[in-house]
């Protein structure tokens, strides 16, 4: 019961924040660096889960993934939301050294980041660099820097739609000529209206603040808009890191238009 009247309380939170000028980016961040905030990476490992967010094996198949998909050791690999970093440790052993950069809003899971790595035996880990990106552009942290391969894992689904046109906006500067940005997102459909609800004294409520689900049609305007074409990869309906399945969940390649 108290946990569900503070997740209620994050709505109202949300449109003081709005009111005082802060933006979507740092009201997420504060509700993520609340919450991990006790969290240490020994806890994240003796989870030992197999599916879901805190399943380490998921970095894993994504890199196997990318490689079928033209990853390349000497790629400049971009991880944009990069969490605790379940997706680094395979990247890094992958890729060449310094070729790995990670950035998340929240300051809490780069510190799971940071020791996750440092939990690990040092010989596999290469040169790489972790930002806490709220508040900051990506130029602000890394220059005028472009990428060959960009990561949004987990990420889009956690933000609103206007948000996700801006940081395709922003990617879209520091992405190569041929480069490519992978993201997955919550489908919605008619089986799965736009966002899920749960009931609370006799009212409906929307279940998560933090929890967006896209038509087709929304990401493909978002696309053209930026003049940016995508295509769903299909591989992704077997990927299977929910207990549920991936019907609903896309996982796109974007790259510019010819
Ligand atoms: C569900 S987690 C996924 C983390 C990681 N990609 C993974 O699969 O383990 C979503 C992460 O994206 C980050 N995030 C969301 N929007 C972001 C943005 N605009 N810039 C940077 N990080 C963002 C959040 O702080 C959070 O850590």
Redesign the pocket.
């Known amino acids: 019961m108290l946990t569900k009247i503070k997740w209620i309380l994050l709505f109202p939170l949300r449109y003081i924040f709005l009111m005082l000028g802060y933006g979507?980016?740092e009201y997420?961040?504060l509700i993520?660096n609340r919450q991990d905030r006790d969290i240490s990476i020994k806890d994240i490992k003796d989870k030992k889960h197999k599916k879901h967010?805190w399943a380490l094996e998921?970095?894993n198949k994504?890199k196997e993934l990318f490689i079928k998909k033209g990853l390349k050791k000497s790629d400049d690999f971009l991880?944009?939301?990069?969490?605790?970093?379940?997706?680094v440790l395979p990247l890094i052993k992958y890729l060449d050294k310094n070729k790995y950069i990670g950035?998340?809003?929240?300051k809490e899971?780069i510190r799971l980041a940071n020791e996750f790595i440092a939990s690990l035996n040092t010989k596999v880990i290469k040169k790489h660099r972790f930002f806490v990106?709220?508040n900051k552009t990506i130029k602000d942290l890394v220059g005028e820097i472009k990428f060959d391969k960009i990561?949004?894992?987990?990420?889009?689904?956690?933000?609103p739609l206007k948000?996700v046109h801006?940081?395709l906006f922003e990617l879209k500067k520091h992405l190569k000529k041929k480069g490519k940005i992978f993201f997955d997102y919550q489908s919605s459909h008619e089986n799965i209206p736009n966002d899920y609800f749960i009931s609370f004294m006799g009212f409906t409520l929307k279940r998560s603040v933090k929890d967006f689900r896209f038509s087709n049609k929304d990401i493909s305007n978002v696309m053209d808009g930026l003049g940016l074409k995508y295509k769903e990869l299909k591989e992704f309906e077997k990927f299977q890191d929910s207990i549920t399945s991936n019907h609903y969940k896309k996982l796109v390649m974007v790259q510019f238009k010819d």
Not at 79 to 87: A, I, L, S
Not at 103 to 106: A, E, F, I, V
Not at 151 to 159: A, D, G
């Open positions: 979507w980016r997420y961040s993520i967010f998921i970095g994504v991880d944009y939301g990069c969490g605790y970093g379940r997706m950035m998340d809003l929240s899971r990106s709220v990561l949004m894992y987990s990420v889009i689904s956690h933000n948000e801006k940081i």
